[in-house]
Nanobody, 121 residues
Framework: QVQLVESGGGLVQAGGSLRLSCAAS????????MGWYRQAPGKERELVAV??????ADYADSVRGRFTISRDNAENVYLQMNSLKPEDTAVYYC????????????????WGQGTLVTVSS
């Protein structure tokens, strides 16, 4: 069952902007962190941005200064992408990490199915 749903992907020209959104289809418990990964064809999945609960955000070196991650009180997470480059072309995945709790005493990763971002030259 899908637990995170991404939206906002599409085709843009280099230098343009997109805003990705991620919404949870169920309640998330004891959130340790939420973030965005991406995977380009033939490449490994990589962490793009993450926000740790009670802390600040961090970014991959390749996107720092161009991308901004944010969360709201409804357990949604967003990725504002500015000054896009062709190298940013990838499927972007939202993820959340739930910490241990009484009913589930282990960490649990929650993933979306991904949204495609294509940046043309």
């Amino acid at each position: 069952q899908v637990q995170l749903v991404e939206s906002g992907g599409g085709l843009v020209q280099a230098g343009g902007s997109l805003r990705l959104s991620c919404a949870a289809s169920r309640r998330l418990f004891n959130i340790d962190r939420m973030g965005w990964y991406r995977q380009a064809p033939g490449k490994e999945r990589e962490l793009v941005a993450v926000v740790i609960s009670g802390s600040s955000a961090d970014y991959a070196d390749s996107v720092r200064g161009r991308f901004t991650i944010s969360r709201d009180n409804a357990e949604n997470v967003y990725l504002q992408m500015n000054s896009l480059k062709p190298e940013d072309t990838a499927v972007y995945y939202c993820y959340a990490l739930e910490g241990p709790r009484t009913l589930l005493p282990r960490f649990l990763e929650v993933w979306g199915q991904g949204t495609l971002v294509t940046v043309s030259s």
